[in-house]
C-alpha cells in the first residue's frame, strides 16, 4: 500500500532485522541496541507479528548462534539473547497496553 506506515514489517523482515539485532546486542547491549530492540518490538506488534512468531524467532536465532560458538561462549550468549529477548517483549507489551487500555 502506498503511505504505509514504516511501522509494517514482514514476517520474513522481523526474523532478519531480529539477526542483525541479537548480533549487534550480543558485543555491546549499549543503548543504541537496546533501541533498536525496541523499536523492532514496537514493529512487531504493529506489523501483526504475534508472540508465538517473535518466540520462535528468538529461539532459532539464538540457537543459530549457538551453533556458531564454542561451548565456552554459551552461558554469555544465553544470557545476553534472553535479556534481548526481554528487551523486545517489553516494547511489544507497552505497545499492546497502550492499544488495548483506553
Do not use: K, W
Amino acid at each position: 500500500m502506498p503511505g504505509q506506515a514504516r511501522d509494517h514489517i514482514s514476517p520474513e523482515d522481523f526474523r532478519q532485522n531480529y539477526r542483525l539485532v541479537l548480533r549487534r546486542f550480543l558485543p555491546r547491549r549499549d543503548e543504541a541496541a537496546r533501541e533498536a530492540a525496541y523499536d523492532l518490538g514496537r514493529r512487531a506488534f504493529t506489523g501483526g507479528i504475534s508472540l508465538l512468531d517473535v518466540c520462535r524467532v528468538h529461539h532459532d536465532s539464538s540457537l543459530e548462534l549457538l551453533d556458531e560458538t564454542r561451548a565456552a561462549g554459551h552461558p554469555e550468549i544465553f544470557e545476553t539473547a534472553g535479556e534481548l529477548l526481554l528487551e523486545v517483549l517489553a516494547a511489544y507489551d507497552m505497545t499492546n497496553r497502550s492499544v488495548l487500555d483506553p
